[in-house]
């Protein structure tokens, strides 16, 4: 069949398209309407029908292929590679599901999981979706106010940590940020569970915390049977964020949600059972979730889950993982290749990649310059996609599993099946439908399966949020500008919001300025998002101070500058980060008080700031633009 052809068939024939995919996964009780729709914005999948995600996951394949490689560990931060098995994961997911419930996890708990790359922490994510409680995952560069208010609004039940990750050699320990998260939520878990890995101090408090392994034990012999649950019975939450400083918790099913990643592993990402799946992601992230967990294992296939840097011990490393256990597609961001890039590329070529299919790329623009060294280095095709948090599989690619179809630099590909996907100016909400005009990208409702129900314990945010911005119409805004070719690719050309993308990683530049802005001496203080070479974008923060007398000279700048940096580190994490905090009297600001942040930006860049005539003070603008040009 055409692409042209499945794709029509998808948003024209819906609920027959969706049924027949809906057959690549297991149901306990068939479902008796594919979508209910009739209270939009909200969509329901597979309605009637009851499945687990960790059945599809693991149980099935343990059942058929017990001995097939399910979960690959690499470390090169520790040195370990341990290789699990279907019936290997099977039995320590269930020892996993065993702990949980007797620290008292009930179906629709919520366990937050605050770990870094280690198998237990996909064992905790399946064990969760294995007994109905929703898993909570937040990523590990986070740190201690990200971490606890992320604890208050998931309210889990037990927490799920480690004493440290580890990052380029160096230990980073996760129990302090962990134990000041705690202290500083109004929520307190029940219970922690502690995978201790020897790397750094755990000190425990007694009567909350226990030890992973000494439990373990208890539970060797643990036969957990998987709940079958309805399937919009929520998996997880996933937080992301967004123009305000509270992050909003993604909200995921179960049925949809399965049925979307086993038919994106066929049609997108060329999967198949018995072969290896390799994301370079963190399970942080959406792309972890997805495409660590639990896409490549619902195909059967193993998945590698890599704990260190593309360039450590050197520049071939996740090379040589591809040719040793012939990975067959590979899913990375256009940063990392970025970082090898800068490497010697006869590290590439030092190994066997004929096993390789494609090589997907996503989470940020991938740029021209990047996409032809990867394409060139690799002599494999190059896929890129687009996505996010919210949609939990890609919204934009080419689906080389329906048509093979030729990629376009600078373009993810066309509207992926099951997206309704269309262009609206956002001013006035008409529909362009010409080629080349530039809008906001977004998508008709229903939004197809897998992607967001709601925000998580919030209705009204989730259609105030997304499906209120574009005047006079009911549609999903993805934030983004994008223009569409006379081909039907998609080119995509920024946010239309206050979220910046620092290596891949979604940033709110909300959250940042308020975190910089809790520091004692700054006054007002504005983060916006740069063009960077390796990173795609970082954050400079412009801050106006409460007592300029700091700002001797320099080295007094400088020194308050690391100070604010180290705010940021101790609250939100490394990742949010800004690369550059300059200090300024003023900040560029409409009359009516809106800070001027496409401006500021605009500066940075060395741009056109534009329309400035609502400009309060023209100096603000100039101070910037002498910092900036010094
Ligand atoms: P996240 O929710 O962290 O995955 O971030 C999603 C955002 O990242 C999108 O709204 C885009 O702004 C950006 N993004 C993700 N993938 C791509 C891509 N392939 N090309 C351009 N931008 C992307």
Redesign the pocket.
Known sequence: MSYADFYRRSIEDRDAFWAEQAALIDWQTPFTQVCDHSQPPFARWFVGGTTNLCHNAVDRHAATHPERNALIFVSTETNQERIYSFAELQAEVERMAAMLQGLGVKQGDRVLVYMPMIPEAAFAMLACTRIGALHSVVFGGFASHSLASRIDDAEPAVIVSADAGSRGGKVVPYKGLLDEAIRLATHKPAKVLMVNRGLAEMPMTVGRDEDYAALREQHLDARVPCTWVAADHPSYTLY?SGTTGKPKGVQRDTGGYAVALAASMKHIFLGNPGETYFSTSDIG???GHSYIVYGPLIAGMATIMYEGLPTRPDAAVWWSLVEKYKVTSMFSAPTAVRVLKKQDPAALKQHDLSSLRALF??????DEPTAQWIAEALGRPII???????TGWPI?TICNGVERAPSKFGS?GKAVYGYDVKLFDENTGEELTGAHQKGVLAIEGPLPPGCLQTVWRDDDRFVKTYWSSIPGRQVYS???WAIRDDDGYYF?L??TDD?I?VA???LGTREIEESIASHPNVAEVAVVGVADNLKGQVAMAFAVLKDTTALTDANAALKLEGEIMKVVDGQLGAVARPARVRFVTVLPKTRSGKLLRRAIQAVCESRDPGDLTTIEDPTALQQIKDLVGG
Do not use: C, S
Request: aromatic share 14%; charged share 20%.
């Open positions: 992301t992230w959406v792309v790329l996503a989470g940020e623009p991938l890129d996609n687009y996505w996010q948090t919210e934009l993810p993805t934030f983004d995509i920024g946010r979220v993308n891949g990683h979604r």
